[in-house]
Structures are given as structure tokens and as C-alpha cells.
């Protein structure tokens, strides 16, 4: 079964630039999203389309999708952006999703 | 504002049957999958399942001999259901609008609150 691997945490300083990635077999062959989730609450759709960004999501996060690795970029950090972040593809009619990267703000 | 809200029993005993149903409210069904996740504690999300409005339905492969998702347009609902629950099965279940890009661009754009279930005697 296709696998979405993510680094379980990644560590930022306020105002400098984040990236998370996730990477798959043949991932850029495959439309990526990612979702934002914070503690107590439903996940939030911050990417899709590798690139694009729902109504609502800030400027400063930004996706990109090549080759084998997703990344998930969010600019000019802020503490509001703590939180759990999963990436998803689609492969062989099921969704599978990375296990998740925990985001710190210190 | 689409809105879900999912319903059904907080609490099953093993080897019994999960019911849940989510209803959709300030938007059709028509032109979306109907998604269900779930997220045991502490843990990663889970894709269940989903089904487009036409009816068909895509299943994770692990679950599917237990599965059953299914939708009433009438009632602007969509409901799961797994049989021959374990503790296993305990986990925050999730519904979800998903839209769907050419062949591999799915992405859920409105969720529910979630409703946790546990499984236990």
C-alpha cells in the first residue's frame, strides 16, 4: 500500500520560514493537500492542488510538489501556526495520509 | 456556509455494529464525495471511506469487509456504519465535504466537529 512519510516534528522560530515535507513514490505524479489541525479541533484545509490556497488561509503558507516530496511552506511564522499538519494524496482509489508533523513556534 | 454534523452513539461494545450519520447542512450533496475519517487518541488521521453523490463508493481496504457507507440526498445525509467493532475501532470519526481534481486531486474543504467513540464492554 502507498505510504506518505512525515518527520513527526519540526521546530521554528517566530517570523522565520517553516517547511514541512512529505514524501511518497512518484509523489509530484499526484496532487497533494494539506490540512492544519490544533488541538481539540477539526483539521483545516490550508493547501490543495499542491499549490493552491482555500478562502481564508494566510499568504504565507505555500505548497509545492516534485518528484518524490511535497513540502508545505508557511513564511514569516507566526505562534498562531503551532499545530499538527498532515499531508494527503490519493493513490490506487484510497486516500492515505502522512502520520503528521508536529509544528513548533519557540 | 456548508455545515456537517455528525450523530450516533458515544459508546459500543465490541464485536456490535458503529452507527453514525452526518448531516449536511447549508449546501447540496450533488457534486461531492461524502468522506468519513477517524483519529484514534493521540494519534493520525484515518481515511474510512467516502461516497460521491451519485452513489459509488471508495473504501479503505482494511476496513471494507466491515464497511458500509451510504447516502440519503433526500435528507441531505450520509451515514457509516462498522460492524464487529474492537477496541481498535475507538477513535474520534470525522465527516467531510471532499472535492475531487482530475484523477488524483482529493481535498476536504468542510469537516464536522467529530464525535468520539469508543469501543468497550
Known amino acids: 500500500s502507498y505510504e506518505l512519510t512525515q518527520a513527526p516534528s519540526v521546530s521554528v522560530s517566530p517570523g522565520q520560514t517553516a517547511s514541512i515535507t512529505c514524501s511518497g513514490d512518484k509523489l509530484g505524479s499526484k496532487y497533494v493537500c494539506w490540512y492544519q489541525q490544533k488541538p481539540g479541533q477539526s483539521p483545516v484545509l490550508v493547501i490543495y492542488?499542491?499549490?493552491k490556497r482555500p478562502s481564508g488561509i494566510p499568504e504565507r503558507f505555500s505548497g509545492s510538489n516534485s518528484k518524490n516530496t511535497a513540502t508545505l511552506t508557511i513564511s514569516g511564522t507566526q505562534a498562531m501556526d503551532e499545530a499538527d499538519y498532515y499531508c494527503q494524496a490519493w493513490d490506487s482509489s484510497t486516500v492515505v495520509f502522512g502520520g503528521g508533523t508536529k509544528l513548533t513556534v519557540l | 456556509q456548508v455545515q456537517l454534523q455528525e450523530s450516533g452513539p458515544g459508546l459500543v461494545k465490541p464485536s456490535e455494529t458503529l452507527s453514525l450519520t452526518c448531516t449536511v447542512s447549508g449546501g447540496s450533496i450533488s457534486g461531492y464525495f461524502w468522506s468519513w475519517i477517524r483519529q484514534p487518541p493521540g494519534k493520525g488521521l484515518e481515511w474510512i471511506g467516502h461516497?460521491?453523490?451519485?452513489?459509488?463508493?471508495d473504501y479503505n481496504s482494511s476496513l471494507k469487509s466491515r464497511l458500509t457507507i451510504s447516502l440519503a440526498t433526500s435528507t441531505n445525509q450520509f451515514s457509516l456504519t462498522l460492524r464487529s467493532v474492537t477496541a481498535a475501532d475507538t477513535a474520534v470519526y470525522y465527516c467531510?465535504?471532499?472535492?475531487?481534481?482530475?484523477?488524483?486531486?482529493?481535498?476536504?474543504?468542510?469537516w464536522g466537529q467529530g464525535t468520539l467513540v469508543t469501543v468497550s464492554s
Open positions: 492542488q499542491d499549490t
Open positions: 467531510a465535504r471532499t472535492s475531487r481534481a482530475g484523477n488524483t486531486g482529493y481535498s476536504s474543504d468542510y
Open positions: 461516497i460521491y453523490y451519485s452513489g459509488s463508493t
